[in-house]
């Protein structure tokens, strides 16, 4: 196999799997809860539609199944698998989902954790279990992007309920010593910009005796300054692909596709036209989805791999954003 010739241990992609409910809610439906129309969010967001979990398809199912897909690309035994990273904002259970998929799958060799970074999430999951891979510590591991954030959008805000959906996706990826085929990555945060997009806690005072007080648990809907984030999204993007583009010797003429969160067609559209990427090169499929967050990424991927868009060793460069504010890029070569 081609690829990229190292000295140390390199990153090799071997598999793709995804999921989404089957709930369809179009734009159309949307209209007969809050005072918008299909017209407007097409033309906006570029979302024609997107899918909401059932009580059946929580994030530990989608990941799952997700997860499992992937493994069934590649030839591996689950029992080889050793790290499982789930990405996720949504997790069934604050203490960490991550191990209920591992248990589902019969991963039983597996170490399994839940990192939470929004929309970046899928990125920083990725790049996470990469450094594992590359240090040499473990050689098989599922990276899956589950979310589901019907349960915290406000269906009351049209500015912010027609732009999330429900879903997951999953890579399976391999150590190898051959070929590295993880080209580079950079991420950045910024808190003090925090504030354009939460999913924060209640923080309902109670007391449990007299003088000892406690803030109970659970969380208010999404709040996003939609501007101000749109704005992050356009300008940082192409400065931290542009920045890894330099750092890695690549140039963006040399890359096959530009796989971004899939926020919004126009911010997709922005990046692509800052760095001079042509429209066919951008990978999309936000228009059936929305913003399914931590999944969007390998949702699309996966879809790109199965279409045989991507094919091996095609060079992509990838990019999530979102809350944090949270932002991150990988260039990888496919396979
Ligand atoms: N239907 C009809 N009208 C609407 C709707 C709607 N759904 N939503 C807002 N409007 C109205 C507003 O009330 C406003 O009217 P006004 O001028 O009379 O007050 C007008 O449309 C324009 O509103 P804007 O907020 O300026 O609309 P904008 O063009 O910025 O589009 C949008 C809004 C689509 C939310 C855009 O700002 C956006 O996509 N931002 C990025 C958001 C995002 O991607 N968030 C997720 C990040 S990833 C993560 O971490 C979860």
Same mark, same amino acid.
């Given at each position: 196999m081609e690829g990229i010739k190292v000295n140390q241990i390199g990153v090799s992609f071997k598999g793709t799997g995804s999921f989404v409910p089957d709930q369809i809610l179009t734009n159309q439906k949307i209209s007969q809860r809050v005072d918008t129309s299909d017209e407007w969010i097409k033309s906006r967001t570029g979302i024609s539609e997107r899918r909401i979990s059932s009580l059946e398809d929580d994030v530990t199912e989608m990941g799952y199944r997700a997860a499992l897909a992937a493994i069934e690309m590649?030839?591996?035994? %689950?029992?080889?698998? @050793?790290l499982i990273v789930l990405a996720t904002s949504t997790p069934n259970d604050l203490f960490g989902s991550a191990p209920s998929i591992q248990a589902k799958l019969g991963a039983s060799n597996a170490v399994a954790f839940d990192l939470t970074a929004a929309c970046s999430g899928f990125l920083f999951a990725l790049i996470t279990a990469s450094q594992f891979l590359k240090g040499g510590s473990f050689k098989r591991a599922i990276v899956i992007g589950a979310d589901q954030l019907s349960s915290f %959008?406000?269906?009351? @805000?049209r500015r912010s309920c027609i732009l999330f959906g429900d879903g997951a996706g999953a890579l399976a990826i391999e150590a190898t010593s051959e070929f590295d085929n993880f080209i580079g990555f950079d991420m950045q945060t910024d808190g003090e910009r925090g504030s354009f997009l939460n999913l924060p806690s209640k923080n309902i005072k109670d007391s449990i005796i007299d003088n000892i007080d406690f803030l109970s648990g659970g969380f208010s809907p999404i709040q996003m300054n939609g501007q101000e984030v749109y704005k992050f999204a356009v300008r940082e993007v192409p400065i931290i692909l542009d920045k890894l583009f330099k750092k890695t010797n690549y140039s963006s003429g040399e890359v096959d596709w530009l796989l971004?969160?899939?926020?919004?067609q126009r911010i997709l559209d922005s990046v692509g036209d800052r760095l001079k990427i042509?429209?066919?090169k951008i990978l999309s499929n936000l228009e059936k989805y929305g913003n399914t967050s931590a999944a969007t990424i390998p949702l699309m991927m996966d879809e790109a791999i199965k279409n045989n868009r991507i094919k091996q060793n095609d060079i992509i460069a990838m990019s999530g954003f979102g809350a944090g504010l949270s932002w991150g890029a990988a260039l990888i070569k496919w396979g």
């Open positions: 590649t030839d591996w035994d %689950v029992k080889t698998v @050793d %959008v406000d269906w009351n @805000d971004l969160h899939q926020a919004n042509p429209r066919e």
